[in-house]
């Protein structure tokens, strides 16, 4: 397949999708996104340095790292991004839909400039560092490899704005559970195991899966009782077999699981404890308000849920090392904010506008060859494709596709479906 030929297909998609961001938006807005979508994934680079170069422009490239700095610095740009992500992401999340938040950070441990830097825990250090928090929401079907990235927004605990982490939670939540219908069932890891949460979910009706910690109370039976104990006295009437797989390759998990009806002490809400022994020394507890019962099918899905929210692990991995995240250089508050709408834009390029659109058959062997893999496409297939995409733009010396309006219509969408 002619490679100059699906670099135009990949322009004109990143020229269309751009367009669709930018509706209603005035001209030099449109233009901008379509640039830093552009310079983000020729260069794999959230430095505006790397951006003007990608952009080839007659002109001196600190006049261009100006122009973008400026637009970068544009006051709702954040807003506008992320709203029309969830209308573009609305009809691909349904009622069984798992809506996975996670909370990750961005060390920057040598920066001094840098707006409101607070204190972070390293998580791949397991250290204190200087830097951002980040609250992620990234929408998946269980047991299904495909992800929809919904919301990606940075904060800082001494920023002037900031109030607490329960209500950067909530406002990620209420803000895409608007945005995709009120669709979807909303899982969190143990960070989620809060009376905060669990209060505006049941008052919200909300569906959900939360990891519970050992020392949670439940009502079981009419008694206070520890979570951890009642997980020890569960019945796990089922068994299965999952492979997860792990930097060493895969590994088996034989797991048994179960349930018990409980209630939230002075919550007088039906709820489920849902336990899986099999995952490490103690079982592990998942508090739902989805309706169990004594079915291995309903049960299994919530076993599968799971397993399939570790998935969002290597996603978080992925937007973090396919664009350096972490080398983000800009210093203001309000850039850094935007950047991370820029961020999802260009996640949601990748995992679901495009990936869902390229007729594998035809393009997958070509993406493969210019990302260099020796090994193959991987399970997690978007940093080859990543990597295919910048390798094919970077190739090319002309720009983004604005720089080519007469050439819109010769590109047929032969290669992509609608």
């Known amino acids: 397949m002619n490679v100059a030929r699906v670099t135009g297909k990949l322009k004109e998609q990143i020229h269309l999708f751009s367009r669709k961001l930018s509706e209603s938006s005035p001209k030099v807005m449109s233009r901008f996104l379509e640039e830093a979508i552009f310079g ?21 490239l600190i006049k261009t790292i100006d122009r973008l700095s400026r637009q970068l610095d544009r006051r709702g740009l954040w807003d506008i991004v992320t709203s029309k992500i969830l209308r573009l992401a609305r009809d691909k999340i349904d009622e069984k839909t798992l809506l996975v938040v996670d909370i990750s950070d961005i060390t920057k441990p040598y920066a001094r400039k840098m707006e409101y830097l607070s204190c972070v825990r390293d998580g791949s250090k397991g250290e204190l560092s200087d830097g951002y928090w980040t609250m992620h929401v990234i ?66 009706h909300c569906r959900f899966i939360i990891r519970l910690k050992g020392d949670r109370h439940l009502l079981y039976k ?76 309903v049960l299994s899905w919530v076993v599968e849920s799971y397993h399939t929210r570790w998935r969002i692990e290597e996603t978080i991995r992925f937007i973090k090392q396919s664009y350096a995240l972490e080398d983000v250089r800009v210093l203001t508050y309000r850039r850094l904010q935007n950047m991370m709408a820029l961020v999802l834009a260009v996640s949601y390029f990748t995992m679901a506008y495009l990936g869902r ?39 090319n010396d002309k720009g983004p596709l604005r720089n080519l309006p007469n050439q819109l219509h010769k590109y047929q969408l032969s290669l992509f479906n609608p």
């Open 222 to 297: 009419g008694k206070k009782v520890l979570a951890r104990e009642l997980s020890n006295s569960c019945s796990l009437p089922y068994q299965d077999v999952l492979i997860r797989e792990e930097n060493q390759g895969e590994k088996r998990y034989d797991v048994a699981y179960g349930f018990s009806p409980v209630q939230l002490p002075d919550m007088p809400v039906p709820l489920y404890l849902v336990v899986i022994a099999g995952f490490g020394p103690d079982p592990m507890m998942l508090l739902t308000n989805i309706p169990m019962r004594k079915n291995r099918d």
């Open 139 to 204: 929408g998946c079907e269980s047991g299904s490899s495909e992800v929809v990235p919904l919301y990606s927004r940075l904060y800082s605990t001494e920023a002037p704005d900031f109030e607490s982490e329960n209500t950067e939670i909530i406002r990620a939540v209420r803000r895409v559970s608007i945005g995709v219908g009120n669709k979807g069932i909303w899982m969190i890891d143990r960070g989620g195991d809060r009376r905060h949460l669990y209060d505006y979910f049941l008052t919200q």
């Open 40 to 60: 983000i994934c020729a260069r794999q680079s959230l430095r505006l340095s790397e951006w003007g170069r990608s952009l080839n422009e007659k002109i001196d």
């Open 357 to 395: 659109r390229i007729k594998l058959k035809a393009i997958s062997g070509l993406l493969l060859r210019v990302s260099k893999r020796i090994f193959g496409v991987p399970d997690f297939r978007f940093y080859a494709l990543s990597d295919g995409i910048m390798e094919l733009l970077r190739r």
